[in-house]
């Protein structure tokens, strides 16, 4: 797969982003490329809690899926995808961790229209992270981002070029049912006329008027957030805003971010100058971010639960049929084999038939007697060597047997306190392995709400007795954790 290019979602519509520009494709391509689309705000559920700096990814992962459900609110019947960012603080000591979570019946009614023609859906991240991909290298700003669309809108928070807040507010299409106008004609207005009230006529001041409230009201809410996050991120101003309407200013829009004590002297619209087409500026903003995120260049993360199907090669099944194939090869040629030698056996025995017939009567004579003789000695040999294994058998079972049975005591009690601890957590089995009697691998099931029993059933086995036990690897597949631990004597 080529991952120098991304298979770029927005709705119906399909774009091949090369790392510049947004070209129009086809959903065919996706088995050539990476599929990728942003989540809107309005599908994420949220939840953010501090946390101690020093724990370990896994630990703060599995913290925060049951903070979600317990503090959180989120819906204990239904499941999510989820992943997080971790926002450092000035004090230190603490981290403010930020988790999206998107149920999984939502994300089949919005997207099983483009699974059915992708198949997968490689990275899912919220949009409003698409900011990132603007900043090539760490600088020391504050900067808030206001993205207008038809059907989506909110700010967005910046600071020294990471994302740490968005607020959402009022759509194109929401605005355009307060001010009475249509959807183009306000869009429009907005470009060229911008809010102030020089630039209308008397017949258009109301329409106006919903227009400023609106966006006033808006501002007060984003005003709110960014208040909110002053003092947990050592905010002291707002050094740049931008706005982020298919290429365009809103001329007087500073006026009210001034009514609320913003000084700030001008707004900047979001352009883009390596593309032409400013109603695909946003989006291409979006498949940079993606693109970077594929890369490794901004922080992982990924809402998807639509993963790309491995080739059969690659899977269990795969590496059983392969096995099994490679059998039955060594089985054939092994019988074709047998079947060779046996066809000169018989032909040698022919031979000696034909011979044979030539000979006396006294030498087939002497020959029978001979081989009864020799038919008596084999069978004699063989019994012998039968008995001589015997006793050898016997000799070097009495010699170890005081062993075995040691052995054999260990490894029982080492699967009964395996199995004691299992059912006290309530975790499933899916396969037991037994090396000698100083290890265990245990491959154990849980749905992802109890997850934290696998770390409570290591902690049984090491109370007893069992100094080495810990998960060598975690899988997770439709709802149910997977892990393989190892216990060790």
């Not at 699974?115 to 490689?122: E, G, L, M, V």
């Not at 017949?203 to 008027?209: E, F, K, M, V």
Request: net charge neutral.
């Amino acid at each position: 797969m080529d991952y120098s290019k991304i298979l770029y979602i927005k709705g119906e519509d399909c774009f091949l982003h090369d790392g510049k520009e947004l070209s129009e494709s086809s959903f065919s391509k996706a088995k050539n490329y990476p599929v990728a689309l942003l989540v809107p705000p309005s599908a994420l559920f949220m939840h953010t809690q501090k946390m101690p700096a020093n724990i370990d990814e896994e630990q703060k992962e599995g913290d925060m899926e049951i903070s979600m459900y317990k503090d959180g609110g989120a819906n204990e019947n239904e499941d999510y995808t989820t992943a997080l960012i971790t926002h450092k603080l000035p004090e230190g000591g603490d981290e403010l961790v930020e988790l999206f979570g998107l149920p999984y019946t939502l994300s089949d009614k919005l997207y099983s229209n483009i699974t059915s023609k992708t198949k997968a859906i490689d990275l899912m991240a919220p949009s409003f992270l698409i900011y990132e991909a603007l900043y090539d290298q760490k600088i020391k700003s504050t900067d808030l981002y206001i993205y207008l669309a038809d059907e989506e809108a909110y700010g967005a928070l910046y600071v020294d070029g990471e994302f740490k807040a968005y607020r959402s507010i009022d759509s194109l299409s929401a605005l355009s049912l307060k001010c009475g106008w249509e959807l183009d004609i306000l869009k429009a207005a907005l470009k060229t006329r911008g809010i102030n009230e020089s630039s209308y006529n008397k017949q258009d001041i109301t329409a106006l008027n919903a227009i400023q409230e609106t966006l006033s009201k808006n501002i007060e809410k984003i005003i709110h957030t960014i208040n909110h996050k002053r003092g947990l991120f050592g905010i002291n101003e707002i050094d740049r805003i931008y706005i982020d309407f298919e290429g365009s200013n809103i001329d007087g829009l500073e006026k009210i971010f001034q009514a609320y004590e913003i000084e700030i002297n001008t707004i900047s619209p979001v352009k883009l100058n390596d593309s032409n087409n400013p109603l695909l500026w946003h989006d291409n903003i979006g498949a940079m971010y993606l693109q970077g995120v594929m890369n490794g260049k901004h922080r992982k993360i990924n809402l998807s639960k639509f993963n790309r199907q491995l080739p059969l090669y690659k899977t269990h099944v795969g590496h059983l049929l392969i096995s099994l194939g490679l059998a039955l090869i060594v089985a054939i040629f092994y019988g074709l084999f047998l079947r060779y030698e046996l066809t000169n056996e018989e032909e040698k025995l022919n031979s000696i038939k034909k011979e044979t017939k030539k000979l006396s009567s006294n030498i087939k004579n002497a020959k029978a007697i001979f081989k009864k003789l020799k038919k008596e000695e084999n069978a004699t040999r063989v019994e012998l060597e039968i008995l001589y294994k015997k006793r050898v058998s016997l000799y070097e079972i009495d010699k170890v047997s005081p062993f075995i049975k040691k052995d054999s005591i260990k490894r029982q009690q080492m699967i009964d306190t395996c199995l004691q601890g299992l059912k006290q957590n309530a975790l499933h089995i899916t396969s037991l392995e037994q090396n000698g009697s100083k290890h265990l691998f245990i491959n154990v099931a849980t749905n992802r709400n109890k997850q934290q029993n696998i770390a409570e059933f290591m902690r049984f086995m090491a109370q007893k007795g069992y100094s080495q036990s810990h998960t060598k690897q975690i899988t997770e597949n439709n709802g149910t954790y997977e892990s393989l631990v190892e216990v060790a004597r």
